[in-house]
């Protein structure tokens, strides 16, 4: 018969517990490891990606700045340059003559209500749009406010400034105020 005897001044140990522990935070750090290098790879790839395409703009964005640095270089030669003037030019008279202005008065003596008469009107061409510059005159305060309200919810006339509320020069008009104001003209 054999007996086991135990002829160490200390007990035998067990490192089982470390072990297991060990082994399994090992695990766990291997699990991590792998997928921080699974996303910085594809990281990497991303950024490869992104290069080649900021590169790829770059290189055409250059290719485009020489081409308009042709272009500007060929539009500032004298001829074309006065060629340039003129277009601009003709532009702005064909644009001047093809505004409706009779529409525009049109849509004004629509909103005209009764005791308000226009006593002058100055439109001027802006950048395809009428700045009208209105002087009215109101035989009431209550025809004053219809008007003005008449013109704010127009659809066609707006930015509307008040200049001026004065009293009228005249007294043969039957006026009570006189209005200036300017109005933008813009219908679609």
């Not at 086991?4 to 991590?32: D, I, K, Q, Y």
């Not at 910085?40 to 308009?68: M, W």
């Amino acid at each position: 018969m054999i007996l086991s005897v135990n002829l160490a001044t200390t007990p035998l140990e067990t490192h089982r517990r470390f072990r297991v522990f060990s082994a399994a935070t090992g695990a766990v750090a291997g699990v991590v490891f792998a997928v921080l290098a699974w996303r910085v790879y594809f990281l990497r790839e991303a950024e490869t990606a992104l290069r080649l395409e900021s590169a790829s703009i770059s290189r055409e964005l250059d290719v485009l700045s020489g081409q308009r640095e042709e272009l500007d270089h060929f539009f500032f030669e004298p001829e074309n340059a006065k060629l340039h003037d003129r277009a601009s030019f003709i532009n702005t008279i064909i644009d001047a003559r093809s505004f409706n202005w009779t529409n525009m008065f049109m849509d004004l003596e629509k909103i005209l209500p009764l005791g308000v008469h226009v006593i002058s009107i100055e439109p001027k061409q802006e950048n395809g749009q009428a700045s009208v510059k209105l002087t009215i005159g109101a035989a009431s305060d209550e025809a004053k406010s219809r008007f003005l309200q008449a013109l704010e919810q127009s659809g066609v006339f707006s930015r509307l400034q008040l200049v001026s509320v004065r009293a009228p020069t005249q007294q043969s008009s039957g006026d009570q105020v006189v209005l200036e104001l300017t109005v933008i003209y813009s219908r679609a």
